[in-house]
């Protein structure tokens, strides 16, 4: 009879046990995410190029770490830096990372991130590629609106051009797709410029140079508060040979 009373109490004990043991585990586990975010964070900014400043937060997915750790890969790696800076170019930058190998000179299976430039900063750098310190370039929903003067007869002539935001690999173009023209000039047709207008080389803005030469990309999407670019890779590595090697626009 004694035997039987015992065994209630031992079956309580045994789950009072497994219970503490989980959730030592769960501790355990949470304190090596927290270890393993700062250090990531750390060997990252270490191998970013001096050129690259501002602050950056990661964030390892997935139930356990721990698990995960032991396997070989961490399943989701995600780094946010609202405010970072590139050569004095601010961006906010968020990269999710998938089957990131936990050691520097690790593989990445798979990134992909969105890059935030504001009008001033999309302007500065169409500036630097080239485009007349005169021309804003100006968001709207999908489009971007420029203003312009050419040359009719001796008389500047001044438009406004309608631009459709895309990608190449390594740079950001802005084509135009329609125009008017701004100058009043009575009775006299110069809508003979339009097609001129129509017919100029698209605004091409470099954005690789900004980027490790490993990343890519993919598709523009602009407001009138940003645009965003989105960027993706399957061949990076972290080291600090492969985020500090920029790529470069032809």
Not at 125 to 144: F, I
């Amino acid at each position: 009879m004694a035997g039987k009373r015992r065994g209630p109490g031992c079956l309580i004990l045994c789950v009072v046990l497994v219970g503490l043991l989980v959730g030592a585990y769960f501790l355990a586990d949470n304190g090596l995410r927290a270890f393993a975010e700062g250090q990531a964070e750390q060997q990252i900014a270490d191998a970013l190029p001096a050129s690259v400043t501002g602050d950056m937060a990661v964030s390892i997915g997935g139930v356990s770490v721990i698990a995960q750790y032991f396997s070989g890969s961490f399943d989701h790696v995600e780094l946010t830096a609202p405010q970072l800076t590139v050569d004095g170019v601010p961006a906010s930058v968020r990269i999710v990372a998938t089957d990131v190998e936990p050691k520097l000179g690790g593989t990445i299976g798979h990134v992909d991130a969105t890059l935030d430039l504001t009008p001033e900063t999309l302007n500065s750098l169409a500036h630097e590629a080239g485009t007349p310190p005169e021309t804003q370039l100006v968001l709207g929903r999908d489009v971007v609106t420029y203003a312009g003067t050419l040359s009719v007869a001796g008389f500047p002539i001044g438009y406004q051009a309608s631009a459709t935001p895309s990608v190449t690999e390594n740079a950001l173009v802005f084509t135009p797709t329609a125009a008017e023209v701004t100058t009043d000039l009575g009775s006299l047709d110069v809508s003979a410029i339009l097609p001129t207008v129509l017919g100029q080389a698209p605004i091409s803005v470099c954005v690789a140079k900004y980027l490790p030469a490993e990343v890519a990309l993919s598709t523009v999407d602009v407001t009138p508060d940003r645009a965003r670019i989105t960027l993706e890779s399957s061949t990076m590595v972290l080291t600090k040979q492969s985020l500090a090697t920029l790529g470069t626009c032809s």
